[in-house]
């Protein structure tokens, strides 16, 4: 099985949007909203929560997932998924962590492609954790020097820049540091 696999490699899986075999009622009639400026955001993150409410993260607690886009709206959803999930019934969907964001926070990382703007960025290291934040382009929607110039202008600690721009990715990817100089 994939995840029993990548769970016992300790590698993540990078969960990438695509258009879907079909489109949602809301989108029909707007085609500007299919594809990467809209939807792919919605059905990667529809995507994610499924994994949690199918109970993968249950049988691999250890998986882990990379998503892009910073998140894909995740990270600012976290006390809304947790809220509704108390308010509704469940449909016999248990989750031993309790709450959806419990796996958010143990189980996904997050990567900079796609968007180039300090709230988001913020939004993503305040819910998930700095640790759980990795740079990354999203060409061939914006160029990589533009992407690498927001992550170095970022109001952001510097720790937190180190930790993003390669310290996570390092130590997610198991990539031994290259010596500078």
Not at 116 to 127: E, K, Y
Not at 149 to 177: C, G, K, T, V, Y
Request: hydrophobic share 45%; with cysteine.
């Amino acid at each position: 099985m994939l995840w029993d696999r990548a769970q016992s490699l300790d590698v993540p899986l990078y969960l990438h949007p695509s258009n879907g075999v079909d489109v949602a009622d809301v989108l029909s009639g707007h085609p500007e909203l299919i594809g990467p400026m809209w939807s792919w955001g919605i059905d990667t993150s529809s995507h994610v929560l499924r994994l949690i409410f199918g109970g993968v993260f249950d049988r691999f607690p250890t998986a882990k997932l990379l998503v892009g886009h910073m998140g894909e709206g995740l990270p600012y959803a976290l006390w809304r998924l947790d809220s509704r999930w108390d308010f509704h019934h469940h449909h016999g969907v248990e989750l031993s962590l309790g709450h959806p964001s419990a796996y958010l926070r143990r189980n996904l990382w997050v990567t900079t492609g796609g968007v180039c703007d300090v709230p988001p960025l913020r939004c993503a290291i305040d819910a998930l954790g700095a640790d759980r934040v990795l740079f990354a382009t999203d060409y061939p929607f914006e160029s990589i020097p533009v992407a690498t110039e927001f992550l170095r202008s970022a109001r952001i600690f510097e720790a937190e820049r180190e930790m993003i721009s390669h310290a996570n990715a390092e130590q997610l990817l198991q990539i031994d540091p290259v010596p500078v100089g």
